[in-house]
């Protein structure tokens, strides 16, 4: 299949709704695998830290989740683009299922942050640079939600979300510098694609596998959301209905 | 508000001449939708200081920040109106479907808000910084960082506007929409003010306050077009 004919394809949700129940099943059972094998060899059998003792086994956790979350805001954004300037419908679905997935997310990553710095700072809560990155990332999520909650249209609301993320994904950058400018404690950025860690393996391996098991939970929970949104949506179909008759849905 | 002169035959900068024009008469016409904001940022400016006791120490420490945060949410208000009314009556639906290209008069909208918002907040800045006993020596700076901040807030604010303007309760909505995407804004504008006072150099955040001027009314006008189209279209 051609590049352009994925690219019209795409347009349809029927078609996406056939072709993607098989990537929930891979992506899912990745991220198991992925996930559990990575967090057992992260808590339990990774080396201790000679500095931050056992405390810094939460990165397990915090690591995969501070970077899915920020991810997942980016596919938002490009999400709009879509949208907005060719009106895929696929994308207004992509909009509306991954706000949940990234606000949990990024919750999650402020929540084992304040774990991790009280013993490790000795306060809950710091305003540096990627703490204060992470909380406007959240403010920006809920302001996602609100908006689309506050538009009765869902087409409006979409579109509207849609612009939302648009400034958002271009301010996202702009703020992680400005924050970087004024505040300035965290740890280095552990994972960077550019660079050897500066960990060893044993310590690194399990992280790295714990961050490719968060995103393929994030593929496949958005391809499940994806398949939901498509048979609410389309209920007043012919092919839903024998979808849904044929008891196969 | 009168009729627009049949703007499709009207070149692009005419276009953004006479709809800024036009804006600036009926803002001198109901004085208080200018003056209100304005009120605001004094009145809250008071409030502070008389929360902090008064103290001349304290209040000189915190001056930038109250200043820069008053600022944003001063101009915040007077973004709830900048559609408002045009949308009620009609008139931004024919602004929309007539003028050619579609952001000159949102262009001029959102210029015409800031000469009466930021504009007017640049230039009584000194007496704010005068109540919270900013040293003089640092107003330059207030004024500067705010002349150059400011635009990308009523531009970056406008995109908020846009997206809010037909819902019933926006107001609080406005503030949640927006005031994420002031962080970088409030961040260079008070860093520089509050290094200028430490006998820092602030060249990094003006440039930066330029950059991200630059970038908003390079973007912005074409958000909020799209944004109002899909709130006429509700």
Redo the contacts between chains.
């Keep these: 299949m051609t590049l352009k004919t994925l690219w019209h394809r795409l347009g349809s949700p029927r078609w996406f709704y056939q072709i993607s129940r098989p990537w929930i099943y891979v992506l899912g059972i990745l991220a198991l695998v992925l996930l559990v094998t990575g967090t057992v060899w992260g808590l339990v059998f990774a080396p201790m830290d000679y500095q931050q003792h056992d405390s810094f086994r939460i990165m397990y956790v915090h690591v995969p989740a501070a970077m899915v979350a920020q991810s997942a805001y980016i596919v938002m954004g490009f999400a709009g683009v879509l949208l907005l300037v060719w009106r895929m419908k696929l994308a207004d679905m992509v909009l509306a299922t991954v706000v949940p997935f990234g606000m949990s997310m990024t919750l999650l990553a402020l929540v084992t942050g304040a774990v991790w710095g009280k013993p490790t700072w000795g306060a809950w809560w710091v305003w540096d640079a990627r703490t204060t990155s992470m909380l406007v990332l959240l403010f920006l999520y809920f302001g996602l939600y609100a908006l689309r909650q506050a538009i009765a249209r869902p087409e409006a609301a979409a579109r509207a979300c849609a612009v939302l993320a648009v400034v958002g994904m271009i301010n996202i950058p702009i703020i992680k510098y400005s924050v970087n400018f004024a505040l300035t404690l965290h740890q280095k950025a552990s994972f960077t694609l550019t660079e050897a860690p500066s960990m060893p393996p044993e310590m690194w391996l399990p992280l790295a596998l714990n961050v490719l098991g968060i995103y393929c939970l994030f593929g496949a929970n958005l391809l499940s959301r994806l398949r939901l949104e498509i048979l609410r949506r389309e209920r007043g179909t012919q092919w839903v209905r024998d979808l849904v008759l044929s008891g196969s849905a | 508000m009168g009729m627009i002169a049949a703007p499709t035959a009207t070149s692009a900068p005419r276009l953004f001449w006479s709809q800024f024009q036009r804006e600036l008469v009926s803002v001198v016409r109901s004085k208080e939708e200018a003056l209100n904001p304005l009120l605001f940022l004094f009145l809250a400016i008071s409030l502070f200081a008389l929360g902090a006791g008064g103290d001349p120490e304290v209040l000189q420490n915190i001056a930038p920040a109250i200043i820069w945060v008053l600022v944003l949410l001063a101009n915040m208000m007077s973004l709830e109106g900048l559609f408002r009314r045009d949308y009620e009556d009609g008139t931004l639906e024919q602004l929309i479907l007539l003028a050619q290209p579609g952001f000159v008069p949102v262009l001029a909208k959102i210029a015409a808000q800031w000469c009466v918002s930021g504009l007017a907040m640049t230039l009584l800045a000194p007496i704010a910084g005068l109540i919270l006993f900013l040293p003089s020596t640092v107003l330059p700076t207030l004024m500067i960082t705010l002349l150059l901040g400011t635009p990308a807030l009523s531009l970056?604010g406008a995109?908020?506007a846009a997206?809010?303007v037909g819902?019933r309760r926006?107001g609080v909505?406005l503030a949640?929409?927006v005031?994420?995407?002031y962080?970088?804004v409030l961040?260079?504008g008070s860093?520089a003010v509050i290094q200028h006072m430490d006998g820092i150099g602030t060249q990094?955040q003006i440039y930066?306050l330029m950059a991200?001027t630059m970038?908003s009314i390079t973007?912005a006008p074409f958000?909020v077009h799209?944004?109002l189209k899909?709130?006429v279209?509700?």
Excluded: D
């Design positions: 970056l995109v908020g997206l809010t819902l926006g909505l949640i929409l005031l994420p995407l962080v970088p961040i260079f860093s990094a930066w991200i970038i973007l958000l799209a944004a899909i709130s279209e509700q």
